[in-house]
């Protein structure tokens, strides 16, 4: 029996299979489209989990689609007609989009899909929390989503058991922690709904100057972890812009021109936002194990993506162990949808192990065969060489040791934010020089950003204060103290950006400037060639971490296909691009191997 979910048209549109209730094939519409976060119809997103199915539209059991767009277009309405005859141009430009396309979704479903059978309508939070829960490698668990709004829910918690999941509570709109660090995102000069990352990275270049005026002015906090928000100093009820002039009295101006510098006022208050962020979740999630008396916890929704927070909770909350849904954004939704109608709307019973969850190590994206690569890098007229497997790994492993910088392109796409070792940028963790040099030359990006450590799953307790797996990269941990290196006292006295220049560890190039690192750990069983190819680094160079950053530029989503992979490493100085097993270099000195030009 298979099982089709959908989500669309607010943003990061995806669809998922299931067949049995197993996940066949999940991916997002940007991915096709090449529009980074694409919130359009996943036409090309559905067309893929069919064909990886190998199903037509007939065969599917059930379509689910991830919210109720009647409820949410009730909470729009009425937000509106609160604050009458406020936000009149805001609705204008809203309502006609609804009234065009976002009340149809079965309409949708049936132009785009071909479908006509039964569709589903579960809540936002509803699908989030499948998403978090029903993957986990838990048998019971409780589960935490937070987000920016779905129809009215902006955070919920409950309880999963079995196939069963129980919403206890919810803090509803406008009152939303995921739209009060979107404020703080459009404030400091970041767009919305994809510089909050950026955000996250910024914080430890500044101080927690602003912490308690947020916490005394925009918001009332309470120990439970709820919370309301002044909405004096906020706009997105009905304005075109997050923040209001209040707020900009409040902060002491404008917002920041997106490109204008970035100085120490605006590190400031992305430290301020991200420690208020991580003091209410811990308390939301203390409140949730008071409440449901479970030793896991399960989290997703778009703030879940935050790994600084959730570093904090595995290290100081009272839970033995949480799992976080990798495409905990709306993405995730459609993979929830998918698994809430299986389970909780057809009754199906849910089968773990309780120790490896059911998400496949996320790479459930398309794949492309051996000789689909070759006849691609023919119709281009490529020179490359094509290698035996070793002689790639170990070809790969000296690359990255000469301090080259590679795009590594393998197996089927991952499915959610990260790139998880199929779709990635690799270089060397122990170059200083690696952070800048893959910011500024190749991903076209600001230099402040930091990039994750891939790390030999057995080797993560040599480098980093983690006791277990973080397969997703979505956990922060702190670099080993025994790598870390002491800055001189000059060094101690740079301020703001200056810091990034400083060597903190032996493997500068991950290693924040306070002293973390946003962790994935690499297991044999979830991807035997990435791990292969860390190990064959080790081996030969005596490093079991390398850099790992998803393959694309500034502005453009994860690489699909090797013609988008080839682009991405024509338009930037990267060095080498590895497809399959074929291998291309900008400066090609003579390898071992089968060559062939074309």
Known sequence: ??????????????????????????????????????????????????????????????????????????????????????????????????????????????????????????????????????????????????????????????????????????????????LLYSAFTYYTGFKVNSGEYKLMGLAPYGEPEYRDLILDKLMDLREDGSFRLNMDYFNYCTGLTMTSPKFHRLFGGPPRDPESAIDQRIMNLARSIQEVTETVILRMVDHVHAETGQKYLCLAGGVALNCVANGRILRESAFEDIWIQPAAGDAGGALGAALFAWHAWMGRDRVVDGTRDRQKGSYLGPAFSHDEIREFLRSKGCRFVELSEEQLLETIADQLDGGRVIGWFQGRME????????????GDARSPAMQETINLKIKFRESFRPFAPSVLKERAADYFELDRESPYMLLVAPVKEEIRHRPTPEEQRLQGLARLKVKRSSIPAVTHVDYSARVQTVAREDNPLYHRLLKTFDERHGCGVIVNTSFNVRGEPIVCAPEDAYRCFMRTEMDTLVLGRFLLEKERPARAGNREKR
């Not at 939070?125 to 048998?139: L, N, T």
């Open 1 to 178: 029996m298979y099982v089709l979910g959908i989500s669309a048209y607010y943003h990061d549109s995806a669809a998922c299979l299931l067949q049995d209730g197993e996940i066949v094939a999940a991916a997002q519409e940007e991915r096709f489209t090449r529009k980074k976060n694409d919130f359009s119809f996943p036409a090309r997103a559905v067309d893929y989990c069919l064909r990886q199915g190998g199903i037509r539209p007939d065969d599917l059991e059930v379509v689910a689609f991830y919210d109720k767009p009647l409820v949410k277009f009730e909470r729009i309405l009425k937000s509106y007609l609160a604050e009458a005859p406020s936000g009149l141009r805001s609705f204008l430009k809203a309502v006609p989009l609804w009234m065009k396309q976002k009340l149809w979704i079965k309409d949708d479903i049936a132009r785009h899909v071909g479908f006509s059978g039964r569709i589903i309508f579960p809540e936002h939070h509803q699908s989030h929390a499948a998403s978090a829960f029903y993957p986990s490698p838990f048998p019971e668990a409780a589960f935490l989503t937070i987000d920016g709004v779905g129809e009215w829910a902006t955070t919920s918690f409950g309880t999963g058991r079995g196939n069963r999941l129980d919403i206890q509570a919810e803090i509803l709109f406008p009152h939303s922690l995921g």
């Open 415 to 426: 499915y959610g934010p990260r790139a998880l070792g199929n779709r990635s940028i690799i």
